[in-house]
């Protein structure tokens, strides 16, 4: 079969099989387990629930315009794809740069909570061995098809809202006092530190792009893609507000935070949202939440592998990368371009590993943080690409879906990652030194980028179906 010839599988996905690669990468239970705690105790406190909704409604704004692109461009590149269009390819394949870079850090750092948290479960074997394992079945679950990786990811995820869903529910129907009025007031929203609120926020709905890479093997892309993509930002910011208040709601605005700091002192930040379900839905829930938080982070891991490849495959089929890494095999999955991802994702974590380092406090924090200042970087370039596409290629358009909305989130988007920014050292929690050489690798690999564009300028034969 010639890569000329090879697609990726058509009429693969519907709008739920998109939606469950977009929650799988956001991975809901180890968002709220894992960020809640710390945005509680360092942000806004009770005025959490708030920042999911703020953060909610800044993507919600960046997606108008992304979906706008989107019904004109569809592409396994996505990002790539909508900001070559709307600013030149040599900024596209800078972009992919940086979009290929976020994608393989937050898969690393995810491994390396992954590792142990399954050591933790079986209580035998180090951390990367488990990490290993895990790396093979993923690579052949790549392999099988898109198909087959959305019918286990749909399972997994499943169990993630339910449990998450059903402890909401109970608190929401037996609490004594849900200080809807304390939660949701402009006052509580703004106590504290509410930009580092928002950047937990913010960081938690990593992935929801993710909708338009699978484009080309979805069911009228047309329509699918902006339903998808629309459901998951508002499912998802919806479903974090609400399981956030109802943690507020079960230990008190006024003890809430207390409850977070402990838990965070203790070391066992998750214990904090662990203990509330407990508390609600019994004390069996507490092995539950350990298999479904390591289940959760698989599912994460295969929808990042899935996503990584799909960029490697468009790379190459508009050959800036060499044309081989196109070639798809009898499952019309990218092989190869999946082993290499694999082999990425092995050389990012390995040197943790040999090194002996803390795989949540190094590999984990640190790659989550430069994960999202990289991809909100993307978001950013976006915003300002689909400005200038329909301004020239498409006059006439709607001003409120194609300027207005897209200037809106680009606003929100800049403010957002400056916020990160100068809040970066709480978000990785390391040193003010390292926060300065992982926040130098966004510009170091899009100046990579670059480079390989301005390489490739004579060679490279864009693939974009309008």
Not at 242 to 248: A, G, K, N, S, Y
């Given at each position: 079969m010639s890569v000329s010839t090879d697609r990726l599988k058509p009429n693969a996905l519907g709008v739920v099989g998109i939606l469950f690669f977009v929650f799988s990468a956001q991975a809901p239970l180890t968002g709220i387990a894992g960020a809640a705690p710390l945005a509680i105790v360092l942000g806004n406190g009770a005025g959490l629930p708030m920042a999911y909704l703020a953060a909610g409604l800044i993507i919600l704004l960046f997606s108008i315009g992304f979906v706008a692109m989107g019904r004109h461009v569809v592409h396994a590149g996505a990002f790539y794809a909508y900001i070559g269009r709307g600013l030149g390819q040599i900024t596209g394949i800078s972009s992919a740069a940086v979009a290929l870079f976020a994608y393989n850090v937050i898969q690393a750092a995810m491994y390396g909570l992954y590792g142990v948290i399954v050591e933790g479960l079986f209580g035998f074997g180090p951390w990367w061995l488990w990490t290993l394992l895990t790396m093979a079945i993923v690579q052949a679950l790549g392999a099988l098809g898109i198909d087959i990786g959305a019918r286990v990811l749909a399972v997994l995820v499943a169990a993630e809202f339910s449990l998450l869903g059903a402890f909401a529910l109970v608190t929401l129907f037996t609490a004594d006092n849900l200080a809807a009025g304390e939660v949701f007031s402009l006052d509580t929203a703004l106590a504290g530190a509410p930009g580092v609120a928002l950047m937990f926020a913010i960081a938690s709905m990593f992935g929801f792009e993710s909708t338009?890479?699978?484009?080309?093997?979805?069911?009228?892309?047309?329509?699918?893609?902006?339903?998808?993509?629309?459901?998951?930002?508002?499912?998802?910011?919806?479903?974090?507000?609400?399981?956030?208040?109802?943690?507020?709601?079960?230990?008190?605005?006024?003890?809430?935070?207390?409850?977070?700091?402990?838990?965070?002192?203790?070391?066992?930040?998750?214990?904090?949202?662990?203990?509330?379900?407990?508390?609600?839905?019994?004390?069996?829930?507490?092995?539950?939440?350990?298999?479904?938080?390591?289940?959760?982070?698989?599912?994460?891991?295969?929808?990042?592998?899935?996503?990584?490849?799909?960029?490697?495959?468009?790379?190459?089929?508009?050959?800036?990368?060499?044309?081989?890494?196109?070639?798809?095999?009898?499952?019309?999955?990218?092989?190869?371009?999946?082993?290499?991802?694999?082999?990425?994702?092995?050389?990012?974590?390995?040197?943790?590993?040999?090194?002996?380092?803390?795989p949540v406090l190094t590999l984990f924090s640190w790659f989550s943080g430069v994960a999202v200042v990289a991809m909100m970087v993307n978001y950013f370039l976006t915003s300002v690409s689909v400005i200038a596409f329909f301004r020239r290629e498409v006059p006439g358009s709607p001003v409120l879906t194609t300027l207005i909305a897209p200037l809106l989130g680009a606003i929100g988007i800049a403010l957002a990652v400056w916020v990160i920014l100068a809040n970066f050292t709480t978000l990785i929690g390391g040193t003010t030194a390292t926060a300065a050489w992982l926040i130098g690798t966004v510009p170091a690999v899009a100046l990579a980028g670059l480079a390989v564009a301005i390489a490739r300028r004579g060679v490279i034969n864009p693939h974009v179906v309008d």
């Open positions: 338009a890479i699978y484009g080309e093997e979805a069911r009228d892309p047309q329509k699918t893609v902006p339903r998808a993509t629309y459901l998951a930002v508002v499912i998802v910011s919806g479903f974090f507000a609400f399981v956030t208040w109802m943690l507020v709601a079960y230990y008190g605005p006024q003890n809430v935070v207390g409850a977070a700091g402990a838990a965070l002192d203790a070391g066992d930040g998750a214990g904090f949202v662990f203990a509330a379900v407990g508390g609600q839905l019994g004390d069996w829930t507490g092995k539950v939440l350990e298999i479904l938080l390591a289940t959760s982070l698989f599912a994460g891991i295969l929808a990042f592998h899935n996503s990584i490849t799909r960029y490697l495959y468009s790379l190459s089929r508009d050959k800036v990368l060499h044309h081989s890494v196109a070639r798809l095999n009898r499952r019309h999955s990218p092989g190869l371009a999946g082993a290499i991802q694999t082999a990425c994702v092995l050389v990012l974590v390995l040197p943790f590993a040999i090194l002996g380092q803390d």
